[in-house]
Structure formats: structure tokens, C-alpha cells
């Protein structure tokens, strides 16, 4: 069985920064990927940063240049570092990682309140 557990939300003044952390635990056998997403009210889940084999990342136009997504792979974790908030990044953030146990398959975490008031 694995799990997803996220940590680090909260809120924050607009300008200022947050990291989240989603560290992955169980029988894990390999990871070849681990994103960040997001949900606003009324809104669709959309990618926020995405990271593969720990080097290849791909960022939403939106928070390019603002946020840093990276892994230490020795403790199967991902980080978003998330600078220059605005209130638009207001979301539910969930972490989401490809991982080989028997198999391959698709993990998401709980979900972190980020809240950014301006």
C-alpha cells in the first residue's frame, strides 16, 4: 500500500512564500515522476509543476519563474517551493506521483489548503 502525505499549507500575504512537501512511503520499487496540482473553487485541477526521473520539470505558465518544484529521492519526497504568491494561487494543492510497486500506477496525496490574502 502507498501513501501520499502532503504538508506545508497554509496561509500567506500576498508576496510572500510557502513550501509544500508530499513525502511517498510503502513498498516502493521505483518513481519516475511527481507533480504538483491545484484546484481554485469552481475551477478544474490543473498542473501546477511536474518533475520526471528528478531532473526533467515542466511548470504551468502561471507560477514559472515563482515556483520550484524538486526531489530528494532518498526520502521518495517532493517539494514546491512556492515564492512571490499571489492571490490567485489560492487553491487546494495535491501531490500526485507514478510509482512501481507490483506495478506501475498513479498516487495522489490529500490535498493542501494554500490561502494567499492580499
Known amino acids: 500500500q502507498v501513501q501520499l502525505v502532503e504538508s506545508g499549507g497554509g496561509s500567506v500575504q500576498a508576496g510572500g512564500s510557502l513550501t509544500l512537501s508530499c513525502a511517498a512511503s510503502?513498498?516502493?520499487?521505483?518513481?519516475?515522476?511527481m507533480a504538483w496540482h491545484r484546484q481554485a473553487p469552481g475551477k478544474q485541477r490543473e498542473l501546477v509543476a511536474r518533475?520526471?526521473?528528478?531532473?526533467?520539470?515542466v511548470y504551468a505558465d502561471s507560477v514559472k519563474g515563482r515556483f520550484t518544484i524538486s526531489t530528494n529521492n532518498a526520502k521518495n519526497t517532493v517539494y514546491l517551493e512556492m515564492d512571490s504568491l499571489k492571490s490567485e494561487d489560492t487553491a487546494v494543492y495535491y501531490c500526485?506521483?507514478?510509482?512501481?510497486?507490483?506495478?506501475?500506477?498513479?498516487?495522489w496525496g490529500q490535498g493542501s489548503q494554500v490561502t494567499v490574502s492580499s
Open positions: 500526485y506521483a507514478n510509482i512501481k510497486t507490483t506495478y506501475w500506477g498513479v498516487y
Open positions: 510503502g513498498s516502493i520499487f521505483g518513481i519516475n515522476t
Open positions: 518533475i520526471t526521473n528528478s531532473v526533467s520539470t
